[in-house]
């Protein structure tokens, strides 16, 4: 089993700021098979990344994703309020990364 | 616009059986091209895929919860459902269902509550 591991464990940054999230797995990883969500309280995950760096429908080109084999990630360009949120990797339609928050600075 | 929706009790005893059903809207569970899973968030955690299911019947699980979980569909009804036996209070989640896109989930219900809890 592919275990996926998320870093690090909570970000705090200002709006504005680039953040760059990790997500490492303990063995290679298809680039096809990887993805990312957000999560905000309360609201089910919105899928943002699919196939490590196609941002899904509707999803603001301020989020990029990129990597393969082992490590990937996550990179928001200019955090918006809206932005501040939890946010979980996830190979092959199965596996979760720990996830990494977004707090505000 | 494709919709899904949890249903189900939200307090189960603990030994006893958590049966969930998800009803499948906008779209039809018989499309060839997706699998629909269940996943579960503990409160205050990580999220934890279950398994998921082909509308043939073909299933595949969590290993960590295999021994546990049965996961059916019925297309009649555009409905796939969720058995989870043996519960303890490790088992108290929000539980959600998401279309399965094979390598990822792009639409999600909004989550149901179970609580284990005599």
């Known amino acids: 089993e592919i275990v996926l591991t998320q870093s690090p464990g909570t970000l705090s940054l200002s709006p504005g700021e680039r953040a760059t999230l990790s997500c490492r797995a303990s063995?290679?990883?298809?680039?096809?098979?990887l993805a990312w969500y957000q999560q905000k309280p309360g609201q089910a995950p919105r899928l943002l990344i699919y196939?490590?760096?196609s941002r899904a429908t509707g999803i603001p080109d301020r989020f990029s994703g990129s990597g393969s084999g082992t490590d990937f990630t996550l990179t928001i360009s200019r955090l918006e309020p809206e932005d501040f949120a939890v946010y979980y990797c996830q190979q092959y339609g199965s596996s979760f990364g720990g996830g990494t928050k977004v707090e505000i600075k | 616009q494709l919709q899904l929706q949890e249903s189900g009790p939200g307090l189960v005893k603990p030994s006893e059986t958590l049966s969930l059903t998800c009803t499948v809207s906008?779209?039809?569970?018989?499309?060839?091209?997706?699998?629909w899973g269940w996943i579960r968030q503990p409160p205050g955690k990580g999220l934890e895929w279950i398994g998921s299911?082909?509308?043939?019947?073909?299933?595949y699980y969590n290993p960590s919860l295999k021994s546990r979980v049965t996961i059916s569909v019925d297309t009649s009804k555009n409905q796939f459902s969720l058995k989870l036996s043996s519960v303890t209070a490790a088992d108290t989640a929000v539980y959600y269902c998401?279309?399965?896109?094979?390598?990822?989930?792009?639409?999600w219900g909004q989550g149901t509550l179970v609580t284990v809890s005599s």
């Open positions: 299911i082909y509308y043939s019947g073909s299933t």
């Open positions: 998401a279309r399965n896109v094979i390598t990822h989930f792009d639409y």
């Open positions: 196939g490590a760096s």
């Open positions: 063995q290679s990883v298809s680039s096809s098979y």
């Open positions: 906008g779209g039809s569970i018989s499309s060839s091209s997706y699998y």
